[in-house]
């Protein structure tokens, strides 16, 4: 694929019209136009400027060949023209992060236990087998949810990008032969709102053969079915059976009935909402869908004043990416100007990092008595 065809494919992912383009950078439509039909070529300053507006690298428009799937899975897509600057976002985070990972020589392959089979074989059986096993591969223990985000990242290798946008009850992901896998959390929810998410796009993530046929669309959504999986799955993962009887049989002592402090109670230990909560205890406990939600309207209220009271903001990039970043800087493997782009920060702000940082060569002298 030439040039003006990835200038031309880069536009229409962004759902963007010549004239849109135009109003956002100096280039007008007919100069763009002639780009697009192979007439002429963007002069540098002119490719730049146009990565910039499709969220894309410089290097994507002289690559050869057929640009890389993109699918992204999203669980409820945004408003246009949002959808398509996040979902950008997210697959150039993904792009960045696998760039530093080789400029620093520090790529970790994906280490993920993807199921397999048919869907129409896939039930909720398969989605609690496959919460349970996952806990137990990466000895997640009884309470998941403190340590989920941490061995995603860590030990798994997902790239994991927090951002504002609406709505909020929103999520996604996508799998890449190239980059990896990647999750997009919303930053706006509070932490075991984002717990939760984490643990729904997960299922995504492993079951990506079994629900996705990958083609030629960048964006994809899940069916009925597959949305109440993985609401199973992560329902499971973060809120074992057995555990958590024994946290609420230990809130309920010899009572029959449990308060909003007690549920909040066993909620702060698993790491997951009230609601979250009352959801799993329906099925374990086997209580009715109406009982569950006219519990929920009850509490509502006090749910959303806990909300507010334990909200936090999440870092927008994971720290090792941060820190890739300031080794490939210190190498000379990139710019000042593309460690402020993947930063996220002026070029001002860049520079006044780089004259903070330590020498390269500093040493820390350890001595044993």
């Known amino acids: 694929m030439a040039i003006h065809d990835r200038l031309k494919y880069a536009r229409q992912a962004m759902n963007l019209t010549l004239a849109e383009v135009e109003g956002r950078t100096e280039i007008g439509t007919s100069t763009l136009s002639e780009f697009e039909n192979g007439k002429r070529e963007p002069r540098l300053p002119q490719l730049k400027e146009l990565a910039d507006v499709y969220r894309r690298s410089t290097s994507f428009f002289l690559e050869d060949g057929p640009p890389p799937q993109e699918v992204v899975l999203w669980r409820q897509s945004p408003t246009s023209p949002d959808a398509q600057s996040v979902q ?3 697959l150039r985070f993904a792009e960045q992060y696998h760039n530093l990972e080789s400029w620093c020589d520090e790529v970790e392959e994906l280490d993920l236990p993807f199921a397999s089979g048919g869907r129409e074989r896939f039930g909720y059986a398969q989605a609690d087998r496959l919460a349970h096993d996952f806990r137990t591969k990466y ?8 340590s989920l985000l941490r061995v995603l990242e860590e030990v798994c290798k997902v ?13 996604a992901c996508t799998v890449s032969e190239r980059y990896g896998a990647a999750i997009l959390l919303n930053s706006q929810n509070v932490r075991w709102r984002r717990n939760f998410d984490l643990g729904h796009e997960l299922f995504h993530l492993l079951t990506w053969n079994v629900f996705r046929f990958v083609d030629t669309a960048t964006t994809a959504e899940a069916s009925g079915k597959e949305e109440k999986l993985a609401t199973c799955f992560a329902r499971n993962l973060l809120m074992p059976q057995e555990p958590l009887r024994i946290a609420i049989d230990a809130q309920l002592e010899e009572r029959t009935r449990l308060s909003f402090d007690d549920l909040f109670e066993v909620a702060r230990q698993f790491d ?26 009850k509490l509502r ?11 936090d903001s999440p870092p927008h990039r994971p720290l090792r990416f941060e820190a890739l970043a300031n080794e490939s800087l210190r190498k000379g493997m990139i710019s000042t100007g593309r460690y402020a782009e993947y930063l996220g920060i002026t070029r001002r702000q860049a520079m006044r990092q780089v004259e903070q940082e330590a020498p390269e060569d500093a040493e820390v002298e350890v001595t044993y008595s």
């Open 301 to 311: 209220g006090r749910m959303s004043y806990w909300d507010k009271r334990q909200h």
């Open 139 to 146: 000895g997640l223990g009884e309470r998941p949810g403190p």
């Open 88 to 90: 950008a976002e997210l």
């Open 272 to 297: 997951v909402s009230v609601e979250a909560l009352l959801w799993q205890m329906a099925f374990v406990y086997n209580l009715s869908k109406e009982v569950v939600q006219e519990s929920i309207e």
């Open 159 to 171: 790239k994991i990008l927090h951002m504002p946008f609406e709505p909020t009850g929103s999520a």
